[in-house]
């Protein structure tokens, strides 16, 4: 055999399984290859699909806190003090009292009074006793007419002198009577502006201490004008319906309070600067959790819609411009994506306002191996597996 011949019987031998090697590739790859991914298999998703739902809408609006009742605790007379009746911070009653303000020169006015009343009414006894004997008398002629008309007259001025005595009395009780100062309202007081020997006027600018009912409490919001007119336009157009729903109240660390709060009134005048108008939330408060000047947060039910559509947020995504899109498993089980339009969060879903319709089976997970067109198996979220099915008995050996 020559070198040439020998040299040659490789390079066929090479031609061979090169052709070999390119036929076991080409049927390999019709083996795995396919439209739905390695070895013809579907992908495999987790779906939702949407159901009309009866959804109370609500919006987070900021508000502060403040008293329902509020007394600025002032003298009505003049007077040095004497005692403080209360502890600073503690909780009050109606009445009770707070300070007592020196009170002889009034208790002194008070006797005065008393003694006027006594001398005019022992002057009115007098007038009554000579005015009856009066009356006797003219019937008689014993007495000219013009002395009984005398005698009526003094009695009729001692009743009145009486009557202004009795005024007196009650007039001195009621100024001695303030010399002790009681609180106007029931509830928590603050500190003392002033303290033992202090001079107080009536009627004085600077009030001696603030009297707060911290329970309820009221929360003052605010809502933007443009917002409660489109809300209006949607009840005028039967898309909502209004809803009278509790408020729920977040407190500065984001928790929930634990008792809701009900709306009393909404202002009737938009503030020219902010563009916003007052709503008032009336909230029991028996633990005094909220105290006044609290920043919070307030859940204020604006609507009830009927037949809402709400989809799950991990099965919305945005582009950069900020669209929203979501894959939807259509009739033929492939990958369809959809342009959608939401409006606002409600716990983990987001309100649809198009895009989507009821029945619409939305990818909630799995997305990440699937594309357009592509066939895909659905399992419904929540739905328990499907179980494998059983491998067939091997024969027995014989």
Not at 140 to 164: G, P
Not at 182 to 190: D, K, L, N, Y
């Amino acid at each position: 055999m020559s070198r040439n011949a020998f040299s040659g019987v490789p390079a066929a031998v090479s031609v061979a399984v090169l052709t070999l090697a390119l036929a076991a590739c080409g049927k390999g790859g019709d083996q795995q290859g396919g439209p739905g991914g390695p070895g013809g298999q579907k992908g495999q998703v987790t779906v939702v699909t949407l159901k009309p739902e009866t959804v109370t809408l609500t919006r987070e609006l900021p508000g502060r806190t403040s008293a329902s009742l509020i007394a600025e605790v002032r003298p009505q007379v003049n007077g040095i003090v004497e005692k403080r009746l209360f502890t600073e911070g503690g909780l009050v009653k109606a009445g009770q009292p707070l300070y007592q303000l020196d009170d002889k020169t009034y208790a002194a006015d008070l006797e005065t009074a008393k003694a006027t009343l006594a001398r005019g009414e022992a002057s009115l006894n007098s007038a009554r006793l000579n005015a009856r004997r009066s009356s006797d008398l003219v019937k008689i002629d014993a007495v000219s007419k013009q002395d009984d008309e005398t005698a009526v007259a003094t009695l009729k001025q001692s009743q009145a002198d009486v009557s202004s005595g009795r005024a007196a009395v009650q007039s001195a009780s009621v100024i001695l009577g303030r010399a002790r100062i009681t609180s106007p309202i029931s509830g928590r007081i603050g500190k003392s502006a002033v303290t033992q020997g202090a001079l107080v006027t009536a009627n004085q600018a600077d009030a001696l201490a603030v009297v707060q009912q911290l329970d309820p409490v009221h929360v003052d919001i605010s809502q933007s004008s443009a917002e409660l007119l489109a809300l209006r336009k949607q009840i005028a157009a039967g898309t909502l319906t209004e809803a009278v729903t509790p408020v729920t109240i977040l407190l500065e660390d984001g928790s929930k309070y634990p008792l809701e709060g009900k709306l009393a009134f909404s202002e009737v005048t938009v503030d020219e600067g902010t563009g916003s108008f007052l709503l008032r939330v009336v909230v029991p408060n028996p633990d005094n959790i909220l105290m006044p000047g609290m920043y919070v947060r307030a859940l204020v039910g604006t609507g009830v819609r009927q037949n809402a559509l709400l989809v799950p947020q991990q099965g919305i995504s945005r582009d950069p411009k900020g669209a929203a899109t979501a894959m939807v498993v259509n009739a033929k089980s492939e990958v369809e994506p959809r342009e959608v339009q939401v409006s606002q969060a409600i716990g983990d879903k987001w309100l649809v306002e198009g895009g989507l319709k009821a029945g619409d089976k939305v990818i909630v997970e799995g997305l990440q191996k699937i594309g357009p067109g592509m066939p895909v198996d659905a399992t419904e979220k929540g739905a328990a597996p499907a179980k494998p099915a059983a491998a067939p008995a091997a024969a027995p050996k014989q």
